[in-house]
């Protein structure tokens, strides 16, 4: 059983468009949240990361939205780009041990 | 600094077939993890390790063992493999344990007629 879930499966966004990723916990002692990028052939790797004391963080174009009370955080992707092309996972942790999100992969139509 | 590598990249076994996958960092990490990636589940913790010497159980251990006997090193072992194992496998490492970037291999591709 999946303890982070996330959501849609797979969009497609055209260029210059907003790319939303919805996931939500139950564990309420994750206490760190990252989001990974993974393109294919590849292994997956950070692209930004919060923790439940803000509810927002932002580096770039890609924003994460923390709502501790609904144990529900997002992510979005602003202006995308066909580069943004890839699935992306939510994880969560108390600790070490990532536990992630099935993955949802964004196509960005030129 | 080549961060963390895996061998092989690809490899197809024969049912009851044993293999060892090798994965290596040149960081300088504590933590050594092992994840296997099949479509729709995501990435789940087959084995980890916090320190060179030790091994622990993650989600989906069963029909896998590892060993860290050097801190750059974590072996995945298969001893018969089964077609229920045909998965994509990524090796992690990372610094420290809380609110830390696990860094990935790029995987190996094992199939398991």
């Known amino acids: 059983q999946q303890q982070v879930k996330q959501s849609p499966q797979s969009l497609i966004v055209q260029k210059g468009g907003i790319s939303i990723i919805n996931c939500a916990y139950e564990?309420?002692?994750?206490?760190?949240f990252p989001w990974y990028q993974q393109f294919p052939g590849k292994g997956p790797a950070l692209l930004i990361a919060i923790r439940p004391d803000v509810s927002e963080k932002k580096e770039g174009r890609f924003t994460i939205s923390f709502n501790k009370s609904a144990k529900q955080f997002s992510l979005h992707i602003m202006d995308s780009q066909p580069g943004d092309s890839a699935t992306y996972f939510c994880a969560a942790s108390s600790g070490y041990k990532l536990s992630f999100g099935a993955g949802t992969t964004v196509t960005v139509r030129a | 600094n080549a961060g963390v590598t895996q061998t092989p990249k690809f490899r197809v076994l024969k049912t009851g077939q044993s293999m060892t996958l090798l994965c290596a960092q040149d960081m300088n990490h504590e933590y050594m993890y092992w994840y296997r990636q099949d479509p729709g589940m995501g990435l789940r913790l087959i084995h980890y390790s916090v320190g060179e010497g030790t091994t622990a159980k993650g989600e989906v251990p069963d029909g896998y063992n590892v060993s860290r006997l050097k801190k750059q090193n974590f072996l995945l072992g298969l001893e018969s493999a089964a077609p229920s194992q045909t998965s994509v496998y990524f090796c992690a490492s990372s610094l420290r344990a809380s609110y830390n970037e696990q860094f990935f291999g790029p995987g190996t591709r094992l199939t398991v007629l």
């Open positions: 564990n309420t002692a994750f206490d760190y």
